[in-house]
């Protein structure tokens, strides 16, 4: 869900602290494929406003060299037709360490952590550059509070320096979101 990552240099220029994300060391890039619905994410990301809801993350045709389809779609808030972009994955290993990018553009170092994931509900998402990037993604459009909680507790476990006040409200997911078929989605 990123465009790019800056160096570590930009983020120490900015006062950041970036937390070191622990390495998987089993992830399953198939199990991952597949639909995800943003239940939060930060303030301000500059590439997704803080207005845009039922936003989604589609991963499809994951090939045997680790490269993946991205599309992402979201609504505005006045819940017209779902919008979106597509661009590359790449998740080279088990590490769930990624590189994500969108209009052609190269990344260099991994841009998209996978923090932990039962692949099945919930998956949380981080990368640190200039700022600080948090997803909390799940497999069903609406959620449970304690499943909320749940992806909170695993981010304020491994993720220290994380300042969680600039978390937006939680995404609008549901009833009146015009959602991309999944024929769309995964093709």
């Given at each position: ?27 399953d890039g198939a199990a991952y494929m597949g639909v995800w619905y943003e ?41 017209g037709n779902p919008f979106g972009v597509t661009g590359t994955g790449y ?30 509900s919930y998956s949380v998402v981080y990368q640190c550059d200039s700022k ?56």
């Open positions: 869900m990123d465009y790019a990552l800056a160096s570590f240099d930009s983020a120490a220029a900015s006062n950041v602290v970036c937390d070191t994300v622990t390495k998987m060391t089993n992830f239940q939060d994410h930060v303030v301000n990301q500059g590439f997704q406003l803080d207005s845009w809801t039922c936003t989604q993350a589609k991963y499809s045709n994951l090939d045997a060299t680790g490269h993946f389809t991205v599309r992402n779609t979201s609504d505005t808030a006045s819940f998740c080279p290993d088990k590490s769930g360490q990624c590189f994500v990018s969108f209009f052609g553009a190269k990344t260099t170092a991994p841009n998209y952590s996978v923090v932990e994931t039962d692949y099945t600080q990037y948090l997803w909390f993604l799940t497999r069903d459009n609406i959620i449970s509070d304690a499943l909320y909680n749940k992806m909170l507790g695993i981010a304020k476990q491994k993720l220290p320096h994380f300042d969680f006040t600039k978390l937006a409200a939680r995404d609008y997911q549901g009833p009146k979101c015009h959602y991309e078929s999944p024929t769309m989605i995964l093709q």
